[in-house]
């Protein structure tokens, strides 16, 4: 049974500025093709839900969406709860799950 996708707001705030991001700087083209890959990678996460990587916390897991962005997440019972999403790219020490 799929697991169901839980955003803590922190994690929904970052997706926010993501898409912002793309469709002010790329065009909303660009930000649906970016939606349609996260998509896609959640639906299969809620199927798999141990196929992220582990990470320093037993509890915490980290699925690439693409080279650029990574969600960190936990499998709580039936959930999957979304805590951070991070841009690959910004310095590790920032991130409080790497």
Known sequence: MAKIIVWKRQANLQIIEIETYLIDNFSIKIANKFFDVLYKKLERLQRFPESGQATKFKTIRRLRINRLISVFYKIQGTYIVIHYVWNN??????????
């Open 89 to 98: 790219r910004q310095d590790p020490d920032k991130n409080p799950y790497l």
